[in-house]
C-alpha cells in the first residue's frame, strides 16, 4: 500500500480544489456539511480574518483520498477541527486515523506559538468506531451531548460529542472554556442557535479536564 501524505492545500490550487470539495460532499450529510463556496472564499488570506482556515488534502500516491478542514483559533492557542474525512471509495483501511494524525502533527504549533488543544466534534453518522478511534488516538470527550445545529436546518439540532486532543497539560493565560465554547459555537451556527441550545447546557462544560 502507497504512503500516505497530508498536504496544505492553497487556494490557488485550483484543480486539487476542486476535488477536495467533491470529496467533500460525499463525505457528509446536509445537516453536518458547511456550503463548500463557504470554503472556497475563507481559505483565500485576508487580513481582516483573525481565525485562518486550514484545508489539507490526502494523497496515497498522486490519488486524492480524503482531506481534513481546521480552524486555527490564536487567541484561544486552540485549533478545531471541523472536518476529517475518506472518499468513500477508500474507506475501512485506516486512511481517517492516519490523516488525523497527521494533522495533529500539522497543527501543534500555530502562529502564537505552541497550541493547547484540538477540539474535534462526532456525531451520530460519523459512528462509533470513529469515536472510539479518536478515544484510541488520545482524544477526550464531555460526557454530555454537544449541540450543532444543521447546516440544512436551522431548526434542527443534531446531538453529538465534543472532544479533544491534549496538546500540552496546562492551559495558555487567561483562557476561559465557557468564552471559547460560546464563541466557537456562535461562530459555526450563530449566535441565537447558541442562545437558544448552548447556553442552558454550557455548565456541562466549563470544567476544563472532561
Not at 458547511?34 to 487580513?47: A, N
Not at 485506516?94 to 494524525?101: M, T
Not at 500555530?110 to 453518522?125: I, L
Request: net charge positive; proline share 8%.
Amino acid at each position: 500500500m502507497r504512503k500516505l501524505t497530508v498536504r496544505l492545500l492553497r487556494h490557488t490550487q485550483r484543480r486539487q480544489l476542486d476535488e477536495f470539495l467533491r470529496i467533500y460532499q460525499r463525505s457528509f450529510n446536509p445537516d453536518e456539511r458547511v456550503s463548500p463556496q463557504v470554503l472556497r472564499r475563507v481559505i483565500v488570506p485576508s487580513p481582516a480574518r483573525v481565525n485562518p482556515v486550514h484545508l489539507f488534502s490526502a494523497y496515497r500516491g498522486d490519488r486524492m483520498v480524503g482531506g481534513a478542514c481546521t480552524l486555527v483559533l490564536p487567541a484561544f492557542s486552540s485549533v478545531f477541527g471541523s472536518y476529517i474525512f475518506v472518499d468513500p471509495e477508500f474507506r475501512g483501511h485506516g486512511l481517517g486515523i492516519q490523516i488525523l494524525r497527521q494533522v495533529l502533527r500539522l497543527e501543534r504549533r500555530g502562529p502564537q506559538g505552541w497550541n493547547w488543544r484540538f477540539y474535534a466534534e462526532v456525531t451520530a453518522a460519523s459512528g462509533n468506531h470513529w469515536h472510539q478511534a479518536l478515544v484510541h488516538a488520545g482524544f477526550r470527550f464531555y460526557s454530555k451531548l454537544w449541540p450543532l445545529v444543521s447546516y440544512h436546518d436551522p431548526g434542527k439540532v443534531v446531538a453529538g460529542r465534543l472532544g479533544y486532543f491534549p496538546y500540552r497539560r496546562e492551559p495558555p493565560r487567561r483562557f476561559s472554556q465557557p468564552a471559547f465554547l460560546t464563541y466557537i459555537h456562535a461562530l459555526f451556527y450563530g449566535p441565537d442557535s447558541t442562545h437558544r441550545h448552548l447556553l442552558p447546557r454550557l455548565k456541562d462544560f466549563v470544567v476544563l479536564d472532561a
